[in-house]
């Protein structure tokens, strides 16, 4: 009698990857936002949400908004889904080190031409 | 002994908000590496249960010291410290305009202030998802590598940007301190 194996169905691991993921870029756009802040005053007066703190108000503000929204949308669509998770993995560490690189000033300024 | 209004605020940013979050941060690193243990993420020989109760109300504590780190600091430190300097006013008061003043000063707020501003963010957004898996998803940590290794480089990154801007604030605060307001006697001094 031939044995019967039981493989075990991939876990869901999509509210996971959707955390991670959203982190990454939460993370990418706040460097982003933070650049083109710095070199736009058109921007930067459009993200001036609270004067006292200026543009960097709007930034942190318009990140993190963006952030939670990001995981909110990406956790409702991968509920149930089982995704590779390295690959998705690699995409927010990416993300996130652009994030790291775009809030280092001399990389902000070279990408500002200054 | 005499500390102002601001000074205290500042104390309370930087060394309660911001010095225990990087405890917290370096402690939850090391609580990772210990869960990290192949004895004891094996899904077979450590059935997935929920977090211990102090775990998880270090984790939450975590996260609000982070979040009220960066919160403090934006909306109550750093006006006071980018405040505009009336002209003739004693630049002591206005410690971006005191560094900025001088060409020897200039960078700790055109590279330190403007690094730390920004990737000081990065730490709690980081710690929340961390301390969010770990809290809500402690199965799939036990059993699968990968999100072991992805939760643990993403606590590092927020500990590693926690500590620059921990830095930085430290480093600017010591060079052009952030002070005024209110002056409270906490001491009586010694004749």
């Known amino acids: 009698m031939s044995e019967i194996k039981l493989v075990p169905p991939n876990p869901v691991n999509g509210p996971i990857a959707a955390a991670v993921l959203s982190c990454g870029v939460g993370c990418f756009l706040l460097g982003v936002l933070a650049v083109a802040a710095d070199g736009s005053k058109r921007l930067a007066a459009a993200l001036n949400f609270y004067h006292p703190t200026g543009p960097l108000s709007g930034v942190t503000t318009v990140a993190i908004a963006l952030w939670l929204l990001c995981w909110m949308v990406l956790a409702a669509r991968w509920r149930n889904k089982s995704l590779a998770f390295v690959k998705v993995s690699a995409l927010a560490f990416l993300f996130l080190a652009l994030g790291l690189l775009f809030t280092f000033p001399p990389f902000g300024d070279l990408m500002l031409g200054r | ?191």
């Open chain 2, 1 to 191: 002994m005499e500390i102002t209004l601001r000074e205290l605020v500042t104390s309370i940013h930087g060394m309660l908000f911001g010095g225990f979050f990087l405890l917290a941060l370096f402690g939850a690193i090391v609580l990772l590496l210990d869960w990290s243990n192949p004895d004891r993420s094996n899904p077979d020989s450590t059935p997935a249960q929920p977090a211990p109760r102090w775990q998880t109300l270090y984790l939450i504590a975590m996260v609000v010291l982070g979040w009220g780190a960066v919160l403090s600091g934006a909306t109550i430190i750093y006006p006071w410290y980018r405040a505009v300097a009336p002209p003739g006013a004693d630049l002591a008061l206005y410690p971006k305009f005191l560094l900025t003043a001088h060409p020897s000063t200039a960078g700790w707020h055109n590279f330190g202030m403007e690094w730390k501003e920004h990737v000081a963010w990065i730490a709690p957004m980081a710690g929340t998802m961390v301390a969010w898996i770990l809290l809500k998803h402690r199965a799939a940590w036990n059993a699968d590598r990968a999100v072991r290794n992805t939760v643990l480089g993403f606590a590092a990154v927020a500990f590693v940007a926690a500590a620059i801007a921990g830095g930085w604030g430290a480093m600017i605060n010591k060079k052009a301190p952030v002070q005024g307001g209110q002056s409270y006697q906490l001491m009586r001094s010694a004749k």
